[in-house]
């Protein structure tokens, strides 16, 4: 079993950069890490993904060419930099460990999850 925490949310102005760490309890090497975001009266979605050993990432569209995930194995630790930030990015935003296979996008797929980093923009 692992623990994740987020740090890293806050309040920025649109067009402005974030960056979300996911420190982990013990070594993260045998786990694909996801970012979710869940925003009010909406299902948690996928953001991005990271394989195991890193070179291999997923983007939802809607984050692509803005959104960075990153491992750091040694340090235990998932990073997601979020630059062009924009009003409709605000949610509450997790980390999550997937024990699987693959990649993979869908929430349910995640064994843990931390208690979520709340993100606001602002217009």
């Known amino acids: 079993q692992v623990q994740l925490v987020e740090s890293g949310g806050g309040l920025v102005q649109a067009g402005g950069s974030l960056r979300l760490s996911c420190a982990a309890s013990?070594?993260?090497?045998?786990?694909?890490m996801g970012w979710f975001r869940q925003a009010p009266g909406k299902e948690r979605e996928f953001v991005a993904g990271i394989s195991r050993g890193g070179s291999n990432t997923l983007y939802a569209d809607a984050v692509k060419g803005r959104f960075t995930i990153s491992r750091d194995n040694p340090k235990k630790t998932v990073y997601l930099q979020m630059n062009s930030l924009k009003p409709e990015d605000a949610a509450v935003y997790y980390c999550a460990a997937d024990t699987g296979i693959g990649l993979r996008v869908g929430a349910a797929s995640y064994d843990y999850w931390g208690q979520g980093t709340q993100v606001t923009v602002s217009s």
């Open positions: 013990r070594r993260t090497l045998s786990y694909h």
